[in-house]
């Protein structure tokens, strides 16, 4: 009798939580405007830095090492070429460094928000579908054209949508 029951609790406790619902993945707000301030400055000969401070986050009390989301950038020239990118790291960035042609002072970057693989709201991934739902927290907003002889050094605040 006594083994009958225990074998009845081991059966009972495997099946328990596969009847347990599937826990939803917690909502993330993208804002549909995102004011970011942004400076281009010389590295090393005929390199550049593009660095941006953002507030994504900041609304829900998050900081740019445990935001659940983050910025990722892409530097392009005028035909659309990738001249330099940043698309995430285990220790979330500010900037990226890219490569210009000679003599060429326009380019584009785009900004899309991302879902930050390694952030603390992603770690429970066994409880909801994490890499569809990360996959799904994105926006991609409109590339700022930029002429680096205009604006080298200094610091821009653009409001991106």
């Known amino acids: 009798m006594h083994a009958r029951f225990m074998l009845w609790m081991i ?9 347990a619902p599937v826990k939803e993945a917690p909502a ?4 549909d405007r995102l004011p970011l301030t942004y400076q281009v400055y010389p590295e090393t000969k005929g390199s550049f830095a593009f660095s941006w401070k953002d507030t994504l ?6 900081h740019l090492h ?8 892409l530097v392009m020239d005028r035909q ?6 940043y698309k995430g790291l285990s220790t979330p960035m500010r900037f990226t460094y890219f490569y210009p042609r000679p003599g060429d002072s326009l380019i584009q970057v785009q900004f899309e928000v991302m879902g930050n693989y390694w952030s603390e709201f992603w770690q429970d991934s066994t409880q909801f579908p994490i890499w569809k739902h990360i996959a799904d ?6 590339p700022l054209q930029i ?7 200094q610091e821009v605040e653009v409001v991106l949508e």
């Open 11 to 19: 059966s009972v406790s495997l099946w328990l939580p596969a009847c």
């Open 28 to 31: 993330l707000s993208i804002p």
């Open 57 to 62: 986050g900041e609304g829900s009390g998050y």
């Open 66 to 73: 445990d935001r659940p989301m983050e910025l990722w950038c």
């Open 80 to 85: 659309g070429d990738t001249l330099g990118l």
């Open 137 to 142: 927290t994105r926006k991609k907003y409109k």
């Open 147 to 153: 002429d680096m002889r205009e604006v080298l050094y």
